[in-house]
């Protein structure tokens, strides 16, 4: 393990090579900054990096962690290059968020879990693998565009608890959260907003459950399956709603006798137009 205290330091080289460590620490005196530049390609940690205090600031370099991230109270400062976690059944976690731009899941064992609400402001990249909400939150920020990477059940992001996928908007658009549960089932949901008005900081809210719908009173006609989707500091608006569920697992009964409903928290539903396929 390495530890870096203290004032202000890098991590760089005067030729072109990537830097691998087993176990960082970062402990720099508050507002000290462990930088990453010179000649330094890549940054690789086979081990569990932890940020306790004082800034981490890779800039343009890609850093690759094995292990755990761990933000106890520190501070990320990211240029373009990307945090990459590709450890098995590891954890984004600690007892602070953090504040990611751009961040890459890399890893089709055991998946990526949340320890802590979590923001990325950049590209979320889904290159091979799960994420696992559990009961924290995933918030995409306002710059944030698509989620890159293909959507399907060994790469997507498991949104089956309370935890929620969180987008920001400031405007009207169309988004689409590549989610499903731990099955693993692939059900993503699209989000297309045509008009509203949004205050700071709105965002819209998504994730999915594994079951039949607890006020669902059909008992012929059914999905084993519902989206929740809410809201927050967005009003007067008109959204387009595509939830893709899977025919041979969800449905029960007829699917042309269903329809798309909406629950809003007390009978009856709300029923809209529905397209099949």
């Not at 205090?53 to 109270?73: D, E, K, Q, R």
């Not at 006798?257 to 629950?263: G, K, P, R, S």
Request: hydrophobic share 35%.
């Amino acid at each position: 393990t390495i530890n870096f205290t203290g004032n202000s330091s890098a991590i760089n080289g005067t030729s072109a090579n990537s830097q691998t460590f087993n176990n960082i620490i970062i402990a720099k005196t508050a507002g000290q900054t462990l930088s990453v530049g010179g000649s330094v390609t890549s940054l690789n940690v086979n081990g569990d990096f932890t940020l306790s205090s004082g800034v981490f600031a890779p800039g343009t370099i890609a850093t690759v962690i094995s292990g755990n991230w761990m933000n106890n109270g520190g501070s990320l400062t990211t240029g373009t290059g990307s945090i990459t976690m590709n450890g098995s059944g590891k954890t984004i976690g600690g007892t602070s968020s953090t504040i990611f731009n751009n961040l890459t899941i890399n890893n089709n064992v055991g998946g990526i879990l949340l320890g802590k609400d979590q923001t990325v402001n950049g590209t979320l990249t889904l290159a091979n693998g799960l994420l696992k909400l559990g009961s924290y939150n995933l918030t995409l920020g306002a710059s944030a565009p698509a989620i890159s990477g293909s959507g399907y059940s060994g790469n997507m992001i498991i949104a089956d608890g309370i935890g929620q996928v969180r987008k920001i908007l400031t405007a009207n658009g169309s988004y689409t959260f590549p989610i499903g549960d731990a099955g693993p089932n692939y059900s993503p949901i699209t989000l297309n907003f045509v008009s509203g008005t949004y205050a700071a900081g709105a965002y819209v809210a998504v994730n999915v459950t594994n079951a039949k719908h607890p006020s669902n009173t059909s008992a012929s006609n059914y999905l084993t399956r519902y989206w929740s989707v809410s809201q927050s500091g967005i009003s007067s608006f008109s959204c387009t709603v595509t939830g893709t569920y899977q025919y041979g697992d969800d449905v029960v009964g007829q699917e042309g006798l269903q329809n798309a409903a909406e629950y809003t928290g007390a009978l009856p539903w709300i029923s809209y137009p529905t397209t099949l396929g």
